[in-house]
């Protein structure tokens, strides 16, 4: 547990809360859930809410309650061709801001962790004032939803450019490895949407303000943070779009390269087909078939099956289908 008091200007890491900040009127304190049942009671907590930390079920949801307002988010990583979510939990008050990280936080986390904790050492006022904290507050709320956009943006682009990648490996040479890598893919990007879709609610229920947390002169940070939480979801869609494209045009490609193995078996039948109707003639064994007495019937039945194969592959040079 990391914490820091803006009133006595301290800082503490330690597993316990420290009975000096139990009366300050300004803390930022970074955790994990198994603090949140001491916390409960410390700062009277909904039960809820200390459950939605406790029990991880990767939802996303913002909640106004007497005094707080309550974020349960999601962060995504992307790992190979899967997506892991990780939930992370935020407290908001005029008096503390709360961010309880999970239990085995990925690196990506870790370091989100790390800079809002930077952050708020840095946005500690030099004298202290509710004011001052609250604004301090409102900088550290639009930086850690900053933070959470800038890495969406990037899974996306980075989701985007695989896909890109992979819809040109497809125009060259469709394998069928490639549909479990789109199948792979897309189940990715709409995971991401399916979480995005969530996150572009909360934005206007931040801007709600039930709770007059949020200054007036930062609500602008926040309008632009609404959009862009819309932006991304429309962004979202557009990359899951763009995999179902592919698997459209994969299915078209695989139907093609079909269409030419059955052209080219076509055309091999065209070409055995006159040539199997003179051997079934002359298979019947009839006692009176002049063409069996004949010193020449042999070869120029032969010239004809030539002559016949070569008229037919000229036909079909001249056709272009070959």
Request: net charge negative; glycine share 4%.
């Amino acid at each position: 547990m990391h914490i820091l008091d803006y009133e006595a200007k301290k800082s503490y890491a330690q597993e316990a809360f420290p009975e000096a900040c139990r009366n300050s009127g300004a803390l930022f304190l970074c955790c994990k859930p198994h603090d949140m049942q001491a916390l409960r009671d410390i700062f009277a907590l909904d039960e809820s809410t200390v459950l939605e930390c406790v029990n991880i079920d990767e939802s996303v949801r913002f909640t106004a309650f007497d005094g707080y307002d309550f974020a349960s988010l999601v962060h995504v990583e992307t790992a190979g061709e899967s997506v892991l979510l990780h939930e992370v939990n935020l407290y908001l008050s005029r008096r503390y801001l709360i961010l309880v990280m999970p239990e085995r936080p990925c690196p990506a986390l870790l370091t989100l962790a790390e800079k809002l904790t930077e952050s708020a050492q840095r946005f500690l006022p030099e004298k202290y004032s509710p004011e001052a904290v609250a604004e301090g507050f409102n900088q550290l709320l639009f930086l850690f939803f900053n933070m959470l956009i800038v890495h969406f943006s990037d899974t996306l682009e980075h989701l985007e450019a695989q896909l890109q990648a992979l819809a040109e490996s497809i125009s060259l040479a469709p394998e069928d490895s490639h549909f479990e890598e789109i199948r792979d893919l897309r189940n990715v990007a709409y995971s991401i949407k399916k979480v995005l879709r969530a996150f572009s609610y909360i934005g206007v229920q931040i801007l709600c303000n039930e709770n007059d947390i949020l200054r007036k002169k930062k609500l602008f940070l926040f309008r632009n943070l609404d959009t862009r939480l819309r932006k991304l979801y429309d962004f979202s869609e557009s990359v899951y779009g763009l995999s179902t494209e592919l698997l459209h045009t994969y299915d078209s490609k695989v139907a093609q390269r079909t269409n030419e193995v059955v052209n080219k078996l076509t055309i091999v039948t065209l070409f055995f087909g006159p040539l199997t109707v003179i051997t079934g003639i002359y298979g019947m064994n009839f006692r009176f078939m002049p063409e069996l007495n004949s010193p020449w019937g042999y070869p120029l039945v032969i010239a004809i099956m030539l002559g016949i194969s070569a008229g037919l592959f000229a036909f079909f040079k001249k056709k272009k289908w070959l």
